[in-house]
């Protein structure tokens, strides 16, 4: 897979001001208001219908994450089945590994907490305990990948304070960039994601105090691999580049299903101990 060039998007407007406030994700039944001005409304709103395009859904998918060095030879590659699923109101995704052979059985947990960090669990094969992820390990490398368990988090719009919106052009089509801060403990001070006008993620790029310009990640979701399936756009291929380390993973999804059928009880501590996998295959 050929490298995406991470300056995709080019900015053509200048930067529209909007006064901070808090709003309320889309996966809530009411939604408050963000600021007194409708732009910000507006603005926030994009946001909100982006993650819900994404992720308010039920949807198994086999990942396949394949790491670079700073020299563009491939270090590693992990195999991994992952599900994800809305309960009482908080997304709950598990992973496991497949892939390879001496990680395999590995699981994580993750449950979604509003302005607070989310839960995760951890299941290791080699011990068969459950442990708990702390907040200083979210900034540890997933899997020895370029992407961290912060990453990985499912988030809402709740958990971030608008700080701006500007108006891209992503390649050949209008986007804007939604500039952001986390509110909840983060190693990033700013988060930048570029939506387009059908609310697709597009880009992702993460900030923090040392260098407002250049961020230390980007996450690239091109156009080219975004696929429909059950009326979801989902990306197929995303690349995660780490301008601090000088590497990259490319992540590939395949059999995805979307609106598939799961049980509560597999997003439960219990059953990483002692549950079932996602496609059938044996931890």
């Not at 600021?35 to 910000?40: I, K």
């Amino acid at each position: 897979m050929a490298k995406t060039n991470g300056a995709q998007c080019r900015r053509t407007s200048a930067a529209t001001r909007i006064a901070p406030g808090r709003s309320c994700f889309l996966f809530s039944v009411a939604v408050s208001v963000l600021a007194t001005s409708a732009d910000a409304r507006e603005e926030i709103s994009r946001l909100e219908e982006a993650f819900h395009q994404r992720y308010d859904v039920t949807m198994t998918q086999r990942v396949v994450l394949e790491s670079y060095d700073d020299e563009g030879r491939k270090v590693l590659r992990r195999v991994v089945d992952i599900a994800t699923k809305r309960i009482d109101g908080r997304v709950h995704a598990l992973g496991i590994i497949q892939e390879p052979a001496q990680l395999r059985g590995f699981k994580m947990l993750m449950i979604e907490n509003h302005h607070r960090n989310n839960d995760v669990f951890v299941y290791l094969p080699t011990s068969r305990l459950v442990r708990r992820i702390s907040s200083a390990q979210r900034d540890d490398p997933f899997a020895g990948t370029d992407i961290t368990v912060e990453e990985l988090e499912t988030r809402d719009v709740k958990d971030y304070e608008l700080i701006e919106e500007i108006a891209i052009r992503c390649g050949e089509e209008l986007c804007h960039t939604i500039v952001v801060t986390p509110r909840y403990h983060s190693r990033y001070d700013r988060l930048e994601f570029d939506v387009a006008t059908d609310h697709v993620i597009l880009a992702v790029r993460y900030f923090d105090s040392r260098n407002a310009r250049t961020p230390l990640k980007e996450l690239l979701a091109p156009r080219r691999y975004q696929q429909v399936h059950s009326g979801r756009v989902i990306p197929s291929w995303i690349e995660v580049i780490n301008h601090a380390q000088g590497t990259r993973t490319e992540v590939r999804f395949d059999r995805i299903s979307v609106n598939a059928s799961l049980p509560d009880s597999v997003f439960s501590r219990t059953n990483l101990e002692f549950g079932r996998a996602i496609f059938g295959v044996s931890r």
